[in-house]
């Protein structure tokens, strides 16, 4: 699901007690971050589907979801940069999307989402994360030419 909104970047000068806090608690829980650049929707069912067709990660999937972390760092880096290209690189996501969307995943999201940070393919700070690693996948027509 988008949620299509647009909020200016900052509540018009003079403007503020009530109303103001108000329209940061909202700011705060939709979809817009910041720069008004609309976040690209977080889809478990493709992240699931992408596991589930790679031969290397189908055993730590069941039941439509992650069952187990990899103990080996090669398989569990694979698998996060899986996930991890559910995010689009440049959009900054709330913690609580990214629980939400990690939860349909995972059920110890926490962990995930710790891997996720501790590995190095998302960042975070001020209650907000971001793509920093993994695989950006090119469209096709911006091949680079020789």
Same mark, same amino acid.
């Given at each position: 699901? &988008?949620?299509?909104?647009? $909020?200016?970047?900052?509540?018009?000068?003079?403007?503020?007690?009530?109303?103001? +806090?108000?329209?940061? @608690?909202?700011?705060?829980?939709?979809?817009?971050?910041? !720069?008004? /650049?609309?976040?690209? !929707?977080? !889809?478990?069912?493709?992240?699931?589907?992408?596991?589930?067709?790679?031969?290397? &990660?189908?055993?730590?999937?069941?039941?439509? @979801?992650?069952?187990? @972390?990899?103990?080996?760092?090669?398989?569990?880096?694979? &698998?996060?940069?899986?996930?991890?290209?559910? $995010?689009?690189?440049? /959009? %900054?996501?709330?913690? %609580?999307?990214?629980?939400?969307?990690?939860?349909?995943?995972?059920?110890?999201?926490?962990?995930? +989402? %710790?891997? &996720?940070?501790? *590995?190095? $393919?998302?960042?975070?700070?001020?209650?907000?994360?971001?793509?920093?690693?993994?695989? /950006?996948?090119?469209?096709?027509?911006? *091949?680079? %030419?020789?």
């Amino acid at each position: 699901m &988008l949620i299509t909104a647009w $909020f200016p970047a900052t509540w018009p000068s003079g403007a503020g007690g009530k109303l103001g +806090r108000q329209w940061q @608690m909202l700011r705060r829980w939709t979809a817009v971050p910041k !720069d008004n /650049v609309l976040m690209h !929707d977080l !889809d478990p069912a493709s992240v699931i589907e992408a596991v589930t067709g790679d031969q290397r &990660l189908r055993p730590f999937t069941g039941s439509g @979801m992650i069952e187990t @972390m990899p103990a080996r760092r090669s398989r569990r880096r694979l &698998l996060l940069d899986q996930i991890a290209r559910a $995010f689009e690189p440049g /959009v %900054r996501y709330p913690e %609580r999307r990214v629980s939400l969307f990690l939860r349909a995943i995972y059920p110890d999201f926490a962990a995930l +989402r %710790r891997y &996720l940070v501790d *590995e190095g $393919f998302l960042s975070r700070a001020d209650g907000e994360y971001w793509r920093s690693g993994g695989t /950006v996948l090119s469209s096709p027509g911006h *091949e680079s %030419r020789a």
